[in-house]
């Protein structure tokens, strides 16, 4: 019996060596008539230096604050616990600055000026809102699944590397190709419906947010859905995939590079001696057509190159022609278009599109030349490949046009196209031939047919 009582007073003693904490616990559980060995053994909690004092009494005040705000904000309604916050927030403020005005008086400033409204920005009318833009989209703010190709080809169409309408559409095809190479069906989907509602449309999406699709590429963006949805669901998707690159190849290929051959040709045997052709800034078809005049035909003429006065683009373009041998005559503006125009045979432009009604979409400025020849009783002929015809119909320039980034204030901006009406076009040459302006509804269906 005594070494069972021993035992607890020597696990006692045994927690008592350990641990300063331990010993105060022991203490508060020893009676009152327990001997104390000195002051530092005092019943009760450890003796509380100054700075914790004030930190704790500190801390109590801060736990009462939140309940009664908690408290107050369960009571009031929303509106009165916001305007509370709010007014919280604003004394809390001043007292900073009440405070340390010394010290804080740059911070205060600084925090001012970034607080300040920004300045408004240039915006377009309302009445011109329906007009879109291009805009530089980052990189950074595209969708995850934007193919690295896609993400390539929109800045370089945000930024006008690639700017006319028939580029942009075999560019848009030939990336679209390299999506499909690396596309692989989901589980439990199917390539006709996956590729073309999830994949493909992120894709347009992202294309489109970078620059507004112009005619050419709805057109082929369609003419592609339209082939993918006659795959058949069967067939594995390497073959599938297979069969809808070599489909694109075949596109491209017939719509793009062989019309532009046939359209240059076709043009350039419109060209006689002794011919004064006048021409706007510049298009890859109309500098072909006059090479392939003077080179291959042999055809001795002069040209008159009228320039963009916004963006000159004409004037590498009459370096080419007069490297080649071709009389040029440059002008870098339409402030003398009459005069330029006197000694004039024929107007060679190229189109952007053309619509159901036989107006012609193309650069800003077009529109005037084609008026000023048809007072002259000059031939206007405009080159265009049938893929850029389109079944809407446009009687004015404010329908369909954008508005150029780099030229857009608060005061004025600039339409990057025009609109021609049929009655100023003598001629539209194609690779399917050529034909008035309003034949265009005839070579729609002719195309439907093909």
């Not at 169409?157 to 692989?184: C, G, N, P, Q, W």
């Not at 049938?386 to 600039?414: C, H, K, M, Q, W």
Request: charged share 25%.
């Amino acid at each position: 019996m005594s070494k069972e009582g021993e035992k607890p007073a020597a696990g006692a003693g045994v927690a008592a060596s350990s641990s300063k904490p331990q010993q105060a616990d022991q203490s508060n559980g020893q009676p009152k008539d327990a001997p104390v060995a000195g002051p530092s053994a005092a019943p009760g909690e450890k003796k509380l230096s100054g700075a914790e004092l004030k930190k704790k009494a500190k801390e109590e005040k801060a736990a009462r604050r939140m309940q009664a705000k908690a408290a107050q904000t369960a009571a009031a309604p929303p509106g009165a616990a916001a305007a509370a916050a709010a007014a919280a927030a604003a004394a809390k403020g001043k007292g900073k600055q009440d405070g340390g005005a010394g010290a804080h008086g740059s911070k205060t400033a600084s925090k001012a000026a970034s607080t300040a409204p920004p300045k408004s920005k240039a915006t377009v009318p309302e009445c011109f809102s329906h007009l879109s833009m291009a805009k530089r989209m980052k990189i950074t703010q595209a969708d995850k699944d934007v193919h690295p190709v896609i993400l390539q080809l929109g800045q370089q169409m945000s930024t006008f590397a690639i700017s006319d309408s028939i580029t942009r559409a075999e560019a848009t095809l030939l990336a679209f190709k390299k999506v499909i190479e690396s596309y692989t069906t989901p589980h439990g989907a199917t390539l006709s419906r996956h590729l073309t509602s999830v994949v493909l449309k992120n894709q347009i999406e992202y294309l489109t947010a970078c620059r507004p699709m112009c005619f050419s590429m709805g057109n082929a963006v369609r003419w592609l859905k339209l082939q993918i949805s006659k795959v058949d669901i069967d067939l594995p998707d390497a073959d599938a995939k297979k069969q809808l690159c070599s489909a694109i190849d075949a596109f491209v290929h017939e719509r793009v590079t062989l019309a532009d051959l046939v359209i240059v040709e076709t043009a350039a045997a419109l060209l006689t001696d002794d011919d004064v052709v006048v021409t706007y800034a510049h298009h890859h078809l109309v500098e072909r057509a006059l090479l392939r005049a003077r080179a291959v035909h042999g055809r001795r003429f002069r040209v008159v190159l009228v320039d963009d006065p916004f963006e000159r683009v004409g004037l590498a373009h009459a370096e080419r022609l007069s490297a080649a041998g071709v009389p040029v005559a440059y002008s870098h503006d339409l402030g003398a278009l009459r005069a330029n125009l006197q000694g004039a045979t024929c107007v060679l432009v190229a189109a952007e599109a053309m619509f159901s009604n036989g107006a012609v979409y193309a650069r800003a400025g077009t529109s005037d030349i084609a008026a000023v020849a048809r007072d002259l009783n000059l031939r206007v002929v405009a080159l265009c490949e049938s893929i850029n015809f389109t079944e809407r119909v446009s009687a004015d320039a404010l329908t369909y046009n954008e508005i150029d980034p780099e030229r857009n204030s608060g005061e004025a901006f600039r339409l990057l196209f025009d609109t021609t009406t049929d009655k100023f076009i003598s001629m539209v040459v194609t690779e399917l031939g050529n034909s008035s302006a309003k034949s265009v509804p005839a070579i729609l269906r002719k195309l439907e047919e093909l």
